[in-house]
């Protein structure tokens, strides 16, 4: 619970279990993040990061476990809940045939309290290829619509899927105060990521997942010292070494 804040964790995910055939993705993952947050998820490929999150947007079910966001299982969760939530995947998952400026102000329609879309895509540098089909925009054009997307409901909880990958400096800059504003609005914000500048800039918490669990979660400072660290790079190689690619 976030002090000050009477509400419980807005995701829970408690000691998950996920296998895809032989191979185990999650092996009792537990993570929390907190509402007015932002939580940084780093971990090596395939740790088992997007796993996490599919599961907790209701896109996976996980073999075992429990998972709470916003009090409710998402899976099967239904449009009131969905309302609430914001996603963006590490695909995107856009329609590829239609323009950022057709398409965000669609989606700002489905629900109940959309932000100013003009404003957020200005932020993004989003008017500047707007009349360009997805299909054809950079993939760092494609992410910042991607993001736009994800946010343009004002979502309670959000779940960013790297998404900073592949942006240029400045819009990354301007991505990291947009998440600080996001959060300081009250919004749990999850962002995995494989940036140790970015986890140590934007997290009030972070989370290391290596093979299917937390091996470490807390503040920066707390996780640092905890591995016996002084910055966090230090503290990631020293809780991912050693274990296989
Ligand atoms: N649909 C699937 N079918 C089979 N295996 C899968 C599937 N989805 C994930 N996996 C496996 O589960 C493990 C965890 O994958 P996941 O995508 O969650 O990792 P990640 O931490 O997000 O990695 P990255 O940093 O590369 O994005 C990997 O070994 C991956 O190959």
Request: charged letters at 10%; proline letters at 15%.
């Given at each position: 619970m976030n002090e000050g804040d009477p509400r419980p964790d807005a995701v829970e995910l408690l000691d998950l279990t996920r296998s895809f055939g032989a191979r185990a993705a999650l092996r009792g993952l537990t993570l929390s993040a907190r509402h007015g947050e932002v939580t940084c998820v780093l971990g090596p490929n395939g740790a088992g990061k997007t796993t996490a999150v599919e599961i907790a947007v209701g896109l996976q079910r996980p073999d075992g476990g429990q998972v709470r966001v916003l009090g409710r299982h998402p899976y099967g969760a239904g449009a009131a809940h969905r309302d609430r939530v914001g996603v963006m995947l590490q695909d995107g998952?856009?329609?590829?045939?239609?323009?950022p400026r057709a398409l965000l102000p669609h989606l700002a329609r489905l629900y109940s309290t959309p932000v100013d879309v003009a404003e957020l895509a200005g932020r993004l540098g989003i008017p500047a290829f707007e009349r360009t089909t997805v299909r054809r925009l950079s993939g760092g054009q494609r992410q910042r619509v991607a993001l736009a997307a994800a946010l343009v409901g004002s979502p309670e909880v959000v779940f960013l899927d790297?998404?900073?990958?592949?942006?240029d400096p400045h819009a990354r800059r301007e991505v990291h105060v947009l998440l600080r504003e996001v959060a300081a609005g009250g919004t749990a914000t999850v962002v995995t990521t494989h940036s140790f500048e970015e986890a140590e800039r934007l997290a009030d918490r972070v989370a290391v997942v290596v093979d299917g669990r937390v091996a470490a979660a807390g503040t920066v400072q707390e996780v640092c010292s905890g591995a016996g660290a002084t910055g966090l790079e230090e503290a990631y190689f020293a809780l991912t070494d050693g274990v296989p690619l």
């Open positions: 998952g856009l329609p590829q045939a239609v323009t790297e998404p900073t990958a592949g942006l």
